[in-house]
Structures are given as C-alpha cells and as structure tokens.
Nanobody, 115 residues
Framework: QVQLVESGGGLVQTGGSLRLSCAAS????????KAWYRQVPGKERELVAI???????RYVDSVKGRFTMSRDNARNTVYLQMNSLKPEDTAVYYC?????????WGQGTQVTVSS
C-alpha cells in the first residue's frame, strides 16, 4: 500500500503563487515516476508535470516556464511550485506515484485562481 497526502492548495489572485506538496508513505521503495495531475468538473484528468526516477522533469505546454516540479527523497515528498497563476489553472490537483506496478493517487487539493 502507498499513501499520498497533498497539501498547499488554496485561493490566490491572478499572477500569484502557490506551492503544492505531496508526502508519500507506505511501500514507497518501489516508486519511480511521480506526477501531478489536475482536473476540472466535466473534463478528463490532465497530466501537468512528471518527474522520472533519474530526476528528469516534463511539463504540459500550458504550464512550461511557470510551474516547477521537484522532489525531496529524504522526506519522500514531491512539490509543485506554481508561479504566475492564471484563472485557467483553477482545478483540483492530484499527486500520482507509480509504485508496485500501478498508479496511486492522493485525495486532491483545490487550487482556485481569481481574476
């Protein structure tokens, strides 16, 4: 079992910043790829950022240059630093880890960007 707990969401004005955190616990030695997704009502969950086991990061085009994903292996935590936020970034953000041959999800944290 793997448990993921997100934190750091909230309400922010356009142009503001937030940092999301995702703390992992449980059988995490097998975890490699970690990612952040987001979802708005009525739409499919969208991959926002991913960090591979070698530390390489990838981002969806809409957040490149504004979001940065990082990890702290000692704390079993990944982060998503979100700068220059836009109203279209409003969504529930989910942490995802691929461990034990499957995906594990956190409960989600709401990010709302007001115009």
């Amino acid at each position: 079992q793997v448990q993921l707990v997100e934190s750091g969401g909230g309400l922010v004005q356009t142009g503001g910043s937030l940092r999301l955190s995702c703390a992992a616990s449980g059988s995490i030695r097998s975890c490699n790829t970690k990612a952040w997704y987001r979802q708005v009502p009525g739409k499919e969950r969208e991959l926002v950022a991913i960090i591979l086991s070698d530390g390489t990061t990838r981002y969806v085009d809409s957040v490149k240059g504004r979001f940065t994903m990082s990890r702290d292996n000692a704390r079993n935590t990944v982060y998503l630093q979100m700068n220059s936020l836009k109203p279209e970034d409003t969504a529930v953000y989910y942490c995802n880890n691929f461990c034990l041959g499957r995906s594990w999800w956190g409960q989600g944290t709401q990010v709302t960007v007001s115009s």
